[in-house]
């Protein structure tokens, strides 16, 4: 269960950014009376899913490529990879989330149909595979059915959220939201960060200078039922390395140097 909420949180938060970058330019094009350049936006929309799950099935052939030394090397770098996209993805939201709405508006004005073909292909095209690499990075530490379910589950209520934002709101503040989900994804990222380094070393391509700093598995065990929740949360080892110790201090010590960093400070609602 625990899982498929880990997924669920993931494929929740990149599809409603999506869906909302979407909703962001169709607002604006009914706005300045140009829906006649809707349909660029849907068919960048369309074409930016499939490549999403093309990008999907070549992570997947991919991943099962690869046995020993050489998955536990591939493991550690995509694990690391999508900690450090999913830190700036949450930084840049922290700084950004006041003026998405007119920094999108800035993008579509001007814009005709082959632009807003390219924009909303991009926008959404990112987000999709940047979920591709979560849940990839996820996959490899759990049960990829839970991951699958909880992501499928996640996105279909991103899709729910999104409309309703846009139908039954004028003025839409979702900086509580973002900022609730991002503590969450920044311990997700963190434990990702750490378990990236673990599997390096069982590659041997990262030193082991002290094997295991301390060993609590017999007050939580890794492989019990709260130490599973633990490890898929926050990335939990009950005997970690000292080199594991240091990504995982160091790494939320580099997000608070991160997020101390300001963005732009005018404040602009999302308008439907």
């Known amino acids: 269960m625990i899982n498929m909420f880990s997924s669920f949180m993931i494929t929740f938060r990149e599809g409603l950014e999506a869906f909302l970058i979407v909703g962001i330019i169709l607002a ?3 706005q300045t009376r140009r829906t006649e350049l809707n349909k660029y936006v849907y068919s960048g929309t369309g074409l930016a899913i499939v490549g999403s799950l093309i990008a999907a099935v070549v992570f997947n052939l991919l991943a099962i490529q ?3 030394r050489n998955e536990e090397l591939f ?13 700036s993805m949450i930084i840049w939201m922290a700084r950004e989330n006041n003026n998405i709405s007119s920094t999108i508006k800035e993008q579509v004005e001007g814009k005709k ?3 807003l073909f390219a924009l909303a292909f991009l926008s959404v095209l990112r987000e999709g595979i940047e979920t591709v690499l979560f849940l990839g990075a996820a996959a490899m530490n759990t049960e990829t059915n839970a991951v699958l379910y909880g992501g499928v589950a996640g996105l279909s209520v991103s899709i729910v959220v999104a409309y309703l934002v846009f139908r039954y709101s004028s003025h839409t503040d979702l900086n509580n939201f973002f900022k ?9 990222a963190a434990g990702l960060a750490a378990h990236g380094v673990h599997e390096l070393q069982e590659a041997g391509v990262v030193p082991i200078i002290v094997e295991h700093v301390w060993d609590i598995n017999h007050v939580i065990d890794e492989r019990g039922t709260f130490g599973s929740i633990m490890k898929s949360l926050l990335g939990y080892n009950g ?3 000292l080199i594991e110790v240091l990504t995982y ?3 939320y010590i580099a997000v608070g140097i991160g997020l101390r960093v300001p963005g732009r400070r005018e404040k602009v609602a999302i308008t439907a």
């Open 113 to 115: 149909a082959y632009g």
């Open 239 to 241: 005997n970690p390395s």
């Open 180 to 188: 609730i989900t991002s503590i969450f994804l920044i311990l997700f």
């Open 249 to 251: 201090v160091g790494y």
């Open 75 to 87: 493991e550690g770098l995509v694990m690391l990879i999508a900690a450090v996209i999913l830190t």
């Open 28 to 30: 604006y094009l009914v």
């Open 66 to 68: 690869f046995e020993g």
